[in-house]
């Protein structure tokens, strides 16, 4: 693992963002917890991307679908056949790849003359055998008469089968879209970098349906959306962010078109969204397998086809990741680590601290902090020092330092300190709200 991401992950359980599942029992690979800092952290960032996929467009509306749903589903999507990724064991070390991890190209590979990555035995490697991705599971009271079904390994088929429903009842015209955010589950045979590859992980897509002939420029406009989200809502260094086209090898079956939009880990440049666009292939598909007719009606123009789709599917792991180690800032000149977080990313804004526990201070605290609960996610804290106290909200990535000290008794003013710059000033109480709330914007 990268130094830096064992920094963050060091950091990720020292400050409360993120815990191993299952710790005390020895952890569960690939499965993490999230704390009370993380669980805020990935709140903001999934209600910002909710409002710029639905609040901010009057034809995208929003679902959640079930995790479980009827096994011909995954028939019809592929997922039974086709969702497999090729596997690999050392017969030495016992260590398992994915084999197009280990070799560019696996067909025709003479795996005799294969080096094994972790022990570096060479004809060690097992020939290559395809491993399903998907968790099966039974519905029914009796495993043995149950019906076999699957945890969804992808949202995105949930809004398939709904489309109509959903068209119907808000009485949207083409091109609309149908967002959703939900929890999917693959069994990885290598999961590792932390939480960016991981057997449960929460998705972020929106399925837009248009028009076959407009999906070309559909296209063209939801890359440009999507990269500015990452560039003007999460406030990402643009030069860490870049597009990946999909060449005609990479391509999935179904897609037309596909890019990436990739971050520039400390292991590497990484997808941390794609948008493809999907032709009619879903519909088409799940048309054949239900035997119920999905095209569209164009009343007006008296047309009926079966949409293209153009899908922006992102996921929230990696979403959190990306702003984890796009915002840790080692500050050596002041020896310290900062979360560098927007105020408006920040799972905390702002710390409120009595200079002394004594005087009154932390009454009057106190009674700061009740007024900025209702607007504002913020906490209280009186142990240790004031520069240490500083100092672990820093690492925390809260925004603002808010310190009550024996003026503030006199004169109904704070010192407030800035993360970033570590500038204080003073400000009076009655603005500590409105300072906030433009911090955000």
């Known amino acids: 693992m990268d130094k830096t991401i064992e920094k963050i992950v060091s950091l990720c359980k020292r400050r409360g963002f993120i815990f191993q ?23 903001n960032l999934s209600q910002l991307w909710w409002k710029e996929m639905t609040q901010n467009h009057d034809n995208i509306v929003g679902l959640d679908s079930g995790i479980l749903m009827h096994p011909k589903i995954w028939e019809a999507s592929g997922h039974v056949g086709a969702f497999n990724d090729p596997l690999v064991d050392c017969k030495r070390c016992k260590s398992r790849f994915r084999a197009d991890e280990v070799v560019e190209e696996i067909n025709n590979q003479n795996w005799a003359d294969v080096q094994c990555p972790s022990c570096g035995a060479i004809g060690s490697l097992t020939e290559p055998r395809q491993f399903n991705l998907m968790f099966k599971t039974n519905v029914g009271p009796v495993e043995e008469t149950g019906t076999e079904a699957f945890l969804r390994p992808e949202t995105a088929q949930g809004i398939y089968v709904n489309y109509q429903l959903v068209q119907g009842a808000m009485r949207l015209k083409i091109p609309f879209g149908i967002a959703q955010i939900g929890k999917a589950f693959r069994n990885e045979i290598i999961a590792r970098n932390f939480i960016f590859r991981t057997r449960e992980f929460e998705q972020m897509e929106m399925q837009y349906f248009v028009k076959p002939g407009n999906d070309d420029n559909s296209m063209i406009d939801w890359k440009n959306k999507r990269i500015k989200f990452y560039e003007n809502t999460l406030n990402i260094n643009n030069s860490n962010l870049r597009f990946h086209e999909h060449n005609k090898n990479e391509l999935a079956h179904y897609a037309k078109e596909a890019w990436d939009i990739e971050y520039k880990f400390p292991f590497g440049w990484s997808e941390i969204e794609g948008i493809h666009n999907r032709t009619d292939f879903d519909l088409n598909k799940h048309s054949e397998y239900s035997g119920k007719n999905l095209s569209y009606f164009d009343q007006p123009n008296n047309d009926r086809f079966v949409p293209y789709i153009i899908e922006t599917s992102a996921g929230l792991n990696r979403m959190l990741l990306t702003t984890l180690t796009d915002s840790y800032w080692e500050d050596s000149k002041n020896n310290r680590i900062v979360m560098r977080f927007h105020p408006r990313l920040a799972p905390v804004k702002a710390v409120v601290c009595p200079l002394l526990k004594k005087d009154g201070l932390p009454e009057k605290a106190r009674m700061i902090l009740d007024l900025l609960k209702p607007h504002f996610k913020v906490i209280f804290d009186q142990q240790g020092s004031i520069g240490k106290r500083y100092y672990r909200q820093d690492e925390a990535g809260t925004p603002f330092g808010i310190t009550v000290d024996h003026q503030s008794l006199e004169d109904d003013t704070v010192t407030i300190r800035d993360r970033d710059t570590q500038k204080q000033s003073r400000l009076s109480i009655d603005r500590l709200v409105e300072k906030l709330m433009n911090s955000m914007q």
């Open 21 to 43: 599942s299952s710790e005390i029992y020895g952890g569960f690979s690939a499965v993490y917890d999230y704390g009370p800092l993380g669980v805020e952290l990935k709140n």
